[in-house]
Nanobody
Framework: QVQLVESGGGLVQAGGSLRLSCASS??????????MGWFRQAPGKEREFVIA???????YYADSVKGRFTISRDNTKNTVYLQMNSLKPEDTAVYYC????????????????????WGQGTQVTVSS
């Protein structure tokens, strides 16, 4: 397991953008089965999948964020980013990054069970 630390959350108006960062204590995408993802949890709701990326760059998105969110990485900084554009009030949540391993499929990358390292979360609030 690695230590993950998210940053970049905050308050933004609807239609605005934010970029979240997830810094890892270890080398990211260190094996072909390595995966990293972002999940979010709104008050009173379960933690849900947002976006994830495999070692080879295959990316899966939740339908609610397609066309608005992207995931990228900087291997030199061991950091993964979540770029969020055209934010909506319903995007308000605590956002968590996670690292794990698995085969490349939507079912695997979108499942919390595929990840064994989690960050502490960062709050994103979108005002209307």
């Amino acid at each position: 397991q690695v230590q993950l630390v998210e940053s970049g959350g905050g308050l933004v108006q609807a239609g605005g953008s934010l970029r979240l960062s997830c810094a890892s204590s270890g080398r990211i995408f260190s094996s072909v089965s390595y995966i990293m993802g972002w999940f979010r949890q709104a008050p009173g709701k379960e933690r849900e999948f947002v976006i994830a990326r495999s070692f080879g760059g295959t990316t899966y998105y939740a339908d609610s964020v397609k066309g608005r969110f992207t995931i990228s990485r900087d291997n030199t900084k061991n950091t993964v980013y979540l770029q969020m554009n055209s934010l909506k009030p319903e995007d308000t949540a605590v956002y968590y990054c996670a690292a794990g391993s698995g085969s490349i499929s939507y079912a695997v990358l979108s499942s919390r069970r595929s990840y064994n390292s989690w960050g502490q979360g960062t709050q994103v609030t979108v005002s209307s």
